[in-house]
């Protein structure tokens, strides 16, 4: 029998906590599975409790970091745990913050 995400008409997916893993939004599965299961993620703004919950490529992820709140929208499923620029090519960034006050430009 082949896996749900090997099926036509299918979407793949993967594990949150893998996934975020994978993304390096933290060092480590069991840090992502307790962030998880903090309850204060959400997946398409439903709150989320379980490592195991699926999600794939067009989610929208709202992750409570420390310091700030991050919104992200999955762009593709990773492979393996690579580097950083590897990382980065599997979400987009969906904060339109403005640039800290240090980086802004003076004013004359």
């Not at 995400?5 to 480590?28: E, N």
């Not at 840090?31 to 997946?43: E, K, M, P, T």
């Not at 970091?65 to 919104?71: E, S």
Request: aromatic share 4%; proline share 12%.
């Amino acid at each position: 029998m082949a896996a749900p995400q090997d099926r036509p008409g299918t979407r793949p997916v993967l594990r949150l906590d893998k996934w975020l893993w994978q993304a390096r939004f933290v060092k480590s599965r069991s840090l992502a599975a307790a962030l998880v299961s903090g309850g204060h993620l959400r997946v398409n703004g439903q709150p989320v409790s379980k490592p195991a919950h699926a999600i794939g490529p067009g989610d929208v992820l709202t992750l409570p970091l420390p310091g700030r709140v991050r919104v992200i929208r999955v762009l593709d499923l990773g492979l393996r745990r690579g580097p950083a620029h590897e990382a980065r090519a599997l979400y987009a960034d969906l904060d339109a913050t403005a640039p800290p006050p240090e980086c802004a430009a003076p004013l004359e």
